[in-house]
């Protein structure tokens, strides 16, 4: 089966190192005289009786050096203290296992792989104890790091048991424990990492210090898709510190790099530094031209995405038919640390350190660039201040690899704030038009749903050929939030109509649904409210317990998504008015979404506008998830408060605007994001489950805009459908 | 170059740069303490937050120049253990993810409890607002200020 582009992203190595079957564990070759135990790529147990683990997903926030070990030790019966963590590189050991960290599938996808490599080496161990003391293998049990032998009350600890464990047959299916028997799994595990993040002593990928290493930072074409044509670098080479002057062609934009002894003399040295550029065919690219393009372009046709009943003639027949567009910008993801890679290529190898969510990526580039086999590159992967998608590119990579390479020294490559926030992947903009019908008893009936947007251009834009296909674009790319809209509306249609600009646009947090959601979410309050109806029995309608459908690629179980709905309702007290000070208007929104089949949230929104300024407060969001199986509570409600707060940021602050084809935003100055004094209190609630885990990560963005835009609706009767939601827009 | 000397978590320090040279890349490049983070060269996120003779400042924003003579603490310097209470308090709560802006916001935390012992959540807005976290852990620092305050309090 040809995987689609949003399995593909979902489940699949971007550099095409094969597929990694969760439960497939490479074995190692048992040696005789092995005195480390490996029974598999992700552990080994040595004579100190340490446990080692290769961490297969980079730490970028979501807390998987906390939860990865979970999973393995709930399985391995050994001891927090015993552990520690190694990071996994790209290539050798781990070819064929995916490293990459993406889709909220950070603890998903390795589940089967922990607990699986956590059993076969307990059995092993279990094994190994019964052979030294010539017992069977049932007689005994593992706990806390030692093989107990019942009958007998002998222990042998898993350092003592190394040597013989590592000669023991590897088993093809060690038992799992039964979920009742967690001592671990669905407890709440606070992150084990936190010491070395509040000591400073966490390293990210600008605190990696090399010996004779060098700094630079580049001067990109400020145009999108111009060309370096010619730079003088005197003045630059001028400045003290500064060591090297090179042209770097490879990366997201052409540039000149300034390398010196240090970031700051990188930094004078650019400002001193004189750059011709080529604009190229962009030059006069503006985003507010082009939204108004998108919003022309509804009037065509599209793609057919859902096509359910006959949606036209149901408007048509319609006692009452609305209709709205709404707006999502264009928006960075501007993580706290910069982009950055530290570089060092010597004549027949090559190490870099890097924080990415792509390390596969990183090793293949970096390998074809020189021309060297993966073998004699070196991925390490830092902590990551921050990914949220933006380092599933390794654009930066080349850059610092082309920059050693030139000057023939260790270099670390530092993207400034301006560099990262006008020359990223950026989120696409997108215009959503959606009409709906009521009959005359004030049912719904028909959706009519066009969504304009931009295809991400980290898949490569579709060929010609791709473009005949009238299925290429379902249940594929980006359409999301589109294919699966979970309402059981009799009548449905949904057309993709892909409109592309030259900015480069990736995955963003929750990937391509904020969108969709924010539009499908709002326009459902719309028409509730047109029907006279509560906004949540409205939505309970279309979604009846146990109706569990194929819903264009995605399986839906609309009784899930009900349940997330009632419990938000009932923990925010929905039914209840919301009141406060008397100079402030109040009122409650709802909204939901189900991501990629897998995760239920609904979330309710308490918001309040001053009645002068209207200026916006969110002041407590209710969040409602199903998950299936939580591996750590406390991790989930980390994420829903963290998703929350991200969404909240793109729904009252953010947006990236583009005059003359380049970015207009360049600091958290005119790209604000939501601070302390503007964070509402989350609550997270779950419904216990017994589906497997899904995924959480990005899971709790898209319904936050909505919910506060239905909130802030409730309280003024003000309807804004385009983001970001601002008291301007609002007094207007 | 001229020399400038300052006293850094407690020792003296001579360095010998360009004085416009920012304290936060003095600290980082040349003297090695990479705690301190470089986020936005603007003081406007916070993550390069130091203290200068006790008071919380942008190291981003702080010319070589003007720190001579000054004593500067850094996240490394802010206690001789990972032990004082705003720390305790951030593990207590399970605060950070990246972490990455997190010892700019506890340097921050840890000298508004000098000022404000018993901060109120007015207090704690006005005085962490300057600080951007993209994971958005802010009601958990609230949390961990409020239990640094009452262990600074007890004791």
């Known amino acids: 089966m040809k995987a689609t582009r949003r399995k593909f992203l979902k ?58 070990p979970m999973m393995l030790l709930e399985e391995l019966e050994a001891s927090w203290s015993q552990v520690r963590l190694e990071q996994a590189m790209p290539g050798g050991r781990f070819k064929g296992i995916r490293l990459r960290t993406s889709g909220s599938g950070s603890t998903v996808e390795t589940y089967g ?96 210090r090399v010996p004779g290493m060098l700094y630079a930072v580049m001067e990109r074409c400020p145009v999108l898709g111009g060309k370096l044509t010619r730079f003088d670098a005197e003045k630059a080479l001028a400045v003290p510190g500064v060591r090297h ?97 530290t570089a060092d290529v010597r004549p027949d190898s090559c190490e870099i350190w890097v924080p990415t969510q792509a390390p596969e990526v990183a090793l293949s580039d970096t390998a074809k660039m020189l021309g060297l086999p993966e073998d004699s590159v070196k991925v390490h992967i830092t902590l990551l201040g921050g990914g949220f998608g933006r380092r599933l590119f390794a654009d930066y990579v080349p ?14 490559l530092v993207w400034t704030r301006s560099d990262d ?14 009409a709906g019908g009521l009959d005359a008893g004030n049912n719904p009936v028909a959706w009519v749903q066009k969504s304009v947007g931009s295809d991400l251009s980290m898949f490569g834009l579709p060929s010609e050929q791709d473009k005949t296909d009238p299925k290429f674009y379902f249940n594929d790319g980006s359409p999301w939030g589109l294919f699966d809209i979970p309402y059981n509306f009799p009548h449905l249609k949904a057309d993709y109509i892909p ?19 924010f539009a499908r979410e709002s326009f459902l309050d719309e028409m509730a409210h047109a029907a006279g109806q509560d906004p949540l029995e409205f939505r309970l309608k279309l979604l009846q317990p146990g109706d569990v459908h194929m819903v264009g690629g995605a399986m839906i179980d609309r009784g899930r998504l009900a349940g997330v709905l009632r419990l938000a309702a009932e923990k925010s007290n929905w039914k209840q008015p919301l009141t406060g000070a008397k100079d402030r208007w109040w009122g409650r929104g709802i909204a939901c979404n189900v991501y990629d089949s897998d995760t239920y949230v609904a979330q309710v929104a308490e918001v309040s506008v001053g009645r002068e300024a209207h200026d916006i407060r969110v002041h407590r969001v209710v969040c409602a998830v199903d998950c299936g199986l939580v591996v750590n509570p406390a991790g989930l409600e980390g994420q829903a408060e963290s998703a929350i707060i991200w969404g909240l940021s793109a729904t009252l602050h953010g947006r990236i605007d583009f005059k003359n084809g380049g970015a207009v935003q360049e600091n958290f100055t005119d790209f604000d994001v939501v601070r302390m004094h503007e964070s509402p209190q989350v609550e997270t609630y779950t419904v216990s489950s017994d589906h497997p885990p899904a995924g959480f990560g990005e899971t709790a963005v898209p319904p ?6 239905n909130a802030i609706f409730a309280a003024t009767g003000k309807r804004l459908r385009r983001l970001p939601i601002t008291a301007e827009k609002l007094k207007a | 170059m001229p020399v400038f000397k300052l006293i850094l978590n407690g020792k003296p320090h001579q360095v010998d740069a360009d004085p416009q040279m920012a304290l936060l890349w003095v600290l980082r490049d040349l003297l090695q303490l990479t705690g301190t983070k470089y986020g936005c ?50 593990l207590e709560e399970d605060v950070s993810q990246c972490g990455y802006c997190q010892a700019g916001m506890i340097m921050q935390a840890a000298a508004l409890l000098k000022t404000h012992p018993n901060p109120t959540d007015q207090d704690i807005d006005n005085e962490m607002s300057d600080h951007v976290c993209r994971c958005g852990t802010y009601q958990r620092m609230r949390r961990a200020i409020h239990r640094a305050a009452r262990e600074v309090s007890k004791a």
């Open chain 2, 41 to 90: 060269g603007l003081g406007v996120c916070g993550a390069c937050t130091v203290h200068e003779d006790g008071i919380p400042v942008h190291s981003c924003q702080i010319p070589l120049s003007a720190t001579s003579a000054k004593s500067y603490v850094t996240i490394e310097g802010l206690s001789a253990h990972g032990d004082h209470p705003c720390q305790k308090a951030w």
């Open chain 1, 399 to 412: 850059e610092a690899v082309e920059l050693s390479r030139a000057i023939g020294k260790p270099v670390q």
């Open chain 1, 704 to 709: 936050i805009a909505p919910a506060v835009a």
């Open chain 1, 499 to 517: 409109l592309n600009s030259p900015v480069p646009t990736g995955p963003w947090r929750a990937v391509m649904y904020p969108p969709t959601v």
């Open chain 1, 421 to 434: 926030m006008r020359h990223g992947f950026f989120h696409p903009s997108d215009i959503e038009h959606i």
């Open chain 1, 245 to 341: 002057v090179a042209p770097i062609h490879s990366g997201i934009a052409t540039g000149v790099a300034v390398v010196a002894d240090h970031t700051w003399a990188a930094i004078k040295g650019r400002e001193a530094l004189h750059v011709e550029w080529d604009p190229g065919p962009n030059a006069d690219f503006d985003s507010d031209r082009f939204l108004a393009q998108m919003e022309s372009a509804v009037t065509q046709t599209g793609f057919p995405i859902r096509n359910d009943g006959d949606a036209p003639k149901a408007m048509a027949a319609a006692a009452k038919t609305l209709e709205a567009t709404y707006e999502f910008p264009f928006q960075a993801h501007a993580p706290l640390e910069t982009m950055n890679c």
């Open chain 1, 113 to 208: 792989a922990m607990r699986k490599a956590g059993a076969t080496a307990r059995e092993m161990l279990i094994a190994a104890a019964a052979e030294k003391w010539k017992v069977a293998p049932a007689s005994c049990h593992a706990r806390e790091g030692t093989v107990i032998h019942d009958p007998s009350g002998r222990k042998l600890t898993y350092g003592e048991l190394a040597t013989v464990a590592a000669r023991q047959n590897v088993p093809d299916k060690p038992p799992l424990k039964p979920a009742k028997d967690f001592r671990l799994i669905g407890t709440r595990v606070k992150r084990r990492d936190g010491a070395a993040i509040v000591t400073g002593a966490a390293r990210y990928g600008l605190d990696v």
């Open chain 1, 11 to 68: 489940t699949t190595a971007l550099a095409g190192t094969g597929l990694a079957i969760w439960l497939e564990i490479p074995k190692n070759a048992a040696g005789e005289t092995a005195t480390v135990f490996e029974p598999n790529a992700y552990i080994s147990i040595t004579p100190d009786n340490v446990v080692r683990l290769w961490m297969t997903r980079s730490e970028m926030g979501q807390g998987i050096r906390t939860t990865l």
